[in-house]
């Protein structure tokens, strides 16, 4: 018999993600809307959305590369 594998994964809110970049949770709000980030979702109707946390890392970045590519520029 195989052990399951223990992978986790790490779960973030809006108020995690606006820390994380230094803004507003009205900004993450604004920025979700827009769809200029990760989708959220809810694990049920009554909790609070949630991000991926190695969505988000992997777009901040994916960010970072395009900065880096117009600064070259």
Excluded: N, Y
């Excluded at 223990?6 to 820390?19: F, R």
């Excluded at 959305?49 to 190695?54: G, P, T």
């Amino acid at each position: 018999m195989r052990k399951a594998s223990s992978v986790q994964c790490v779960l973030l809110e809006c108020a995690d993600i606006a820390a994380m970049l230094g803004v507003s949770k009205q900004t993450v709000r604004r920025m979700r809307d827009s769809a200029r980030m990760p989708a959220s979702f809810r694990l049920s109707s009554r909790q609070k959305e949630k991000w991926r946390r190695a969505d988000i890392e992997s777009w901040l970045a994916t960010l970072g590369e395009t900065d880096a590519a117009r600064e070259g520029e």
